[in-house]
């Protein structure tokens, strides 16, 4: 099995900054594409930021030039960098991978069980 594991999530003042972390773990040979996600209270979860395998990134226009998405491969693990954080920020954060398992699966996409996000005075 597969598993997503965020961390790093928390309260934090408007302007601040966080370090959200996700961790994959089980049975994977690759990872493709990994992504974050938010779901304001009363909202659609919304796309956030998107990292291929090979490092390329992109944005949502409400996060561009604040949030930075890395990862590191051979610890399959992703981050998301968040500095000048605004209240409508505040929503809980999913991460997702697109994993192969084995050279006789396909691609399957799988989440983590989200991590919330509070920007406050």
């Known amino acids: 099995q597969v598993q997503l594991v965020e961390s790093g999530g928390g309260l934090v003042q408007p302007g601040g900054s966080l370090r959200l972390s996700c961790a994959a773990s089980?049975?994977?040979?690759?990872?493709?594409?990994m992504g974050w996600y938010r779901q304001a209270p009363g909202k659609q979860r919304e796309w956030v930021a998107v990292?291929?395998?090979?490092?390329?990134?992109n944005y949502a226009d409400s996060v561009k030039g604040r949030f930075t998405i890395s990862r590191d491969n051979a610890k399959k693990s992703m981050y998301l960098q968040m500095n000048s954080l605004k209240p409508e920020d505040t929503a809980v954060y999913y991460c997702?991978?697109?994993?192969?398992?084995?050279?006789?699966?396909?691609?399957?996409?799988?989440w983590g069980q989200g991590t919330q996000v509070t920007v406050s005075s």
């Open positions: 997702n991978a697109d994993v192969m398992k084995s050279p006789w699966d396909v691609m399957v996409t799988y």
């Open positions: 089980g049975s994977i040979l690759r990872i493709n594409n």
């Open positions: 990292i291929t395998s090979g490092g390329s990134t």
